[in-house]
């Protein structure tokens, strides 16, 4: 999965008041003692939803963010 580097997720996230630095630096601590990645603990922790990461991976990588369905035929 593309990543953001943490220090700059830690940036936006604190920039746009969802998580405070303490609390991002307390995830990164957990996320790194168990393997994970922090976009994924974020999610999980329901610090962010998927969408908004892939929002913030989008405008991180100036790429287009298309929306992906799958329809069963």
Not at 13 to 21: A, C, D, V, W
Request: proline residues 3%.
């Amino acid at each position: 999965m593309l990543q953001i580097p943490p220090q700059k997720l830690k940036e936006f996230l604190t920039k746009e008041g969802l998580i405070s630095g303490d609390y991002f630096d307390e995830l990164l601590t957990e996320a790194e003692r168990m393997g994970q990645n922090i976009g994924d603990l974020l999610i999980s922790k329901e610090v962010i939803s998927v969408d908004y990461f892939y929002k913030l991976l989008a405008d991180y990588f100036k790429v287009k963010k298309n929306k992906i369905s799958i329809t069963k035929g």
